[in-house]
């Protein structure tokens, strides 16, 4: 079967850095999805880490490890509007192009 | 259209009945997905299409759903003699073949009373 955790909630202050988790267990790997949504509204694509490492754009950088079944979202200098929920989303090519999602994180930052 | 565009965005039913959602994906994309999301959950997976192989419907939840895509463009979701559990977004979503990022639609909002 497939695995997706990442927390389910987190709080930070705007101006700070925040680091969200998420970890996999999964029968085949082609690729790890980061995808933001805002309320109401269709999820976005952040960022895909295939190779082991740190993908930076802008103010947000993903990590992936392979060996340890990681991977981490981290958003610099934070904004109101980056209160959103993040998904972290698998391709488990064993299974055709579908994503695996995990539940999401909610992040609420404040002033 | 420059993206996903999905209708109707709202629909209000009552159980029992049978509901119809359409997707129009990004022009020249191959590959269309259907989620389903239901408040405060992620994302789950119901059916996949890739150009003309058979769809993955291994996500599909039950036999009153089911799915259609004509050619390369639009894509039809149809929920028959819909329950009370069937109430969520279901989202749409288009890529330009199955190694590529999904583009999303914006959903539609079901509910069933």
């Known amino acids: 079967g497939q695995n997706i955790d990442q927390p389910t909630e987190m709080t930070a202050t705007e101006g700070a850095i925040v680091q969200i988790n998420c970890t996999y267990q999964t029968s085949g790997f082609n690729g790890l999805f980061w995808y933001q949504q805002h309320a109401g509204e269709a999820p976005t694509f952040l960022s895909y880490?295939?190779?082991?490492g740190l993908e930076e754009k802008g103010r947000f950088s993903s990590f992936l490890s392979r060996s340890k079944g990681y991977s981490y979202l981290l958003l610099k200098e934070l904004q109101m509007k980056d209160s959103a929920s993040y998904l972290c989303a698998v391709k488990n090519d064993n299974q055709g192009g579908k994503l695996i999602f995990g539940q999401g994180t909610e992040l609420s930052v404040k002033p | 259209g420059a993206g996903v565009s999905q209708s109707p965005s709202n629909k209000v039913t009552e159980k029992g009945k049978d509901v119809e959602l359409r997707c129009d994906p990004i022009s020249g994309h191959t590959a269309l997905y259907w989620y389903r999301q239901r408040l405060g959950q992620g994302l789950e997976f119901l059916i996949y299409f890739q150009g003309n192989s058979a769809p993955d419907k291994s996500g599909l939840p039950s036999d009153r759903f089911s799915a259609e895509r004509t050619g390369e463009s639009v894509s039809t979701l149809t929920i028959q003699r819909t329950q009370q559990e069937d109430s969520a977004v279901y989202l749409c979503?288009?890529?330009?073949?199955?190694?590529?990022?999904?583009?999303f639609g914006p959903g539609t909002r079901l509910t069933v009373l």
């Open positions: 979503a288009s890529s330009l073949n199955r190694a590529n990022e999904q583009f």
């Open positions: 880490n295939v190779l082991d």
